[in-house]
Nanobody, 122 residues
C-alpha cells in the first residue's frame, strides 16, 4: 500500500501561482512513477503530468506545457507540482497518484490521494 496526501491547493487569481505537494508513505516511493490528474465539475478526470521513478522522464498535457512543472524528491518521499500563469480553466480538484510503471492513463494508477481543490478566479 502507498498512502498519498496532497496539499497546497487554494484560491488564486488568474496569472498567479500555486505549488502542490504530495507526500507518500508506505511502500518504497522511488519504485513508483507519479502523476498529477485533475477533475473539474461535470468532467472526467484528466491527465496533467507524470514523472518517472528517477525523475528523468516527464510528460505534460498540452494544456499545461510551459506553465506547470513536476518534480520529485525521493529522499523526502514527495512529488511537487509548480503551477504558474494559472487560468480559470485550471480550476479543478487535483489528485496525485502512484503507479509501478510509467503511464499517463488514470486507470493504470494503483494509488490515489484524496485530492486538493485549486480555484482560479478571473
Amino acid at each position: 500500500q502507498v498512502q498519498l496526501v496532497e496539499s497546497g491547493g487554494g484560491l488564486v487569481q488568474a496569472g498567479g501561482s500555486l505549488r502542490l505537494s504530495c507526500a507518500a508513505s508506505g511502500r518504497t516511493f522511488r519504485n513508483y512513477a507519479m502523476g498529477w490528474f485533475r477533475q473539474a465539475p461535470g468532467k472526467e478526470r484528466e491527465f496533467v503530468v507524470a514523472i518517472s521513478q528517477s525523475g528523468g522522464i516527464t510528460d505534460y498535457a498540452d494544456s499545461v506545457k510551459g506553465r506547470f512543472t513536476i518534480s520529485r524528491d525521493n529522499a523526502k518521499n514527495t512529488v511537487y507540482l509548480q503551477m504558474n500563469s494559472l487560468k480559470p480553466e485550471d480550476t479543478a480538484v487535483y489528485y496525485c497518484a502512484a503507479a509501478p510503471g510509467y503511464y499517463t492513463v488514470p486507470r493504470l494508477y494503483d494509488y490515489w490521494g484524496q485530492g486538493t481543490q485549486v480555484t482560479v478566479s478571473s
